[in-house]
């Protein structure tokens, strides 16, 4: 069985390679256009399309890994920011103030085109940061880091040094809960099948 990871993103590769899960990439060409506003059912949601967009395009026995993960502050959801002056907006939002962020995951196993069986969950660490300067902001939206990252920071680089406190899983915050994935795959293949890998 090929094990696949639908996303071109290099923390997820990093993350999925640290536990020594040696996944192809192939990323997802599915559609991220979401009416729902409620973040677990909109990292949920779009974990499932972007698991079965490139399920949908292999032909091979596989296991397929989804992911998205977004920011939210209160009920508002942070994506990438796009531009800068949204960075801006973004970081300003967050700044001194606890959010959540939230992954969704989804498993998706398939053989020959047909759906085999999926799992589909989400993980939430909550983040509190100290207030930033003007200074700091600008310094940090100029040095790029930002631009790729939900909520407009990557809690593994620069932005390290606002943050105050983190509830739950880091990974989660850099974008994959690797912990909770292994366990999951371990739940739908036994450990045998990941020592294998």
């Not at 989804?66 to 508002?76: F, H, R, S, W, Y």
């Amino acid at each position: 069985m090929r094990w696949i990871l639908a996303s071109a993103s290099p923390r997820r590769r990093e993350l999925l390679r640290q536990i020594e899960l040696p996944f192809e990439v192939f990323p997802s060409e599915a559609d991220e256009t979401m009416d729902e506003t409620l973040p677990d059912r909109l990292v949920e949601e779009l974990s499932r399309r972007k698991a079965l967009a490139a399920a949908g395009r292999l032909r091979e026995h596989c296991l397929v890994l989804g992911a998205d993960t977004v920011v939210a502050l209160e009920n508002a959801v942070l994506g990438k920011p796009g531009t800068e002056e949204r960075a801006r907006e973004m970081l300003r939002m967050l700044s001194g103030r606890e959010h959540r962020v939230l992954t969704g995951v989804t498993l998706a196993e398939t053989a020959e085109g047909a759906l085999l069986r999926q799992k589909t969950f989400f993980e939430e660490t909550h983040v509190s940061l100290y207030a930033l300067t003007e200074e700091e902001l600008e310094a940090y939206v100029r040095s790029g880091e930002p631009m790729d990252k939900a909520g407009a920071y990557g809690i593994q680089g620069k932005f390290a040094r606002f943050v105050r406190k983190i509830d739950g899983d880091y990974n989660n915050v850099v974008g994959l809960p690797v912990a909770r994935v292994y366990q999951e795959m371990k739940n739908m293949f036994g450990e045998e099948a990941l020592r294998l890998c």
